[in-house]
């Protein structure tokens, strides 16, 4: 069986335009969704 997992991320952002480092989200969520291997797609 196929495992997935959705995640929503939001952000305030100070300007129109920034640069916001959610590495350690993705991670913390990745590892909470407990898929082993695959492909993880982030979209802004």
Known sequence: MMK???KELW???PTRRAF???T???QKYL???GVKEGLIL???
């Open 4 to 6: 997935s997992y959705r």
């Open 24 to 26: 350690g989200k993705v």
């Open 11 to 13: 952000f305030e952002a």
């Open 42 to 44: 982030v979209l802004c």
């Open 31 to 33: 590892t909470e969704s």
């Open 20 to 22: 916001i480092n959610i």
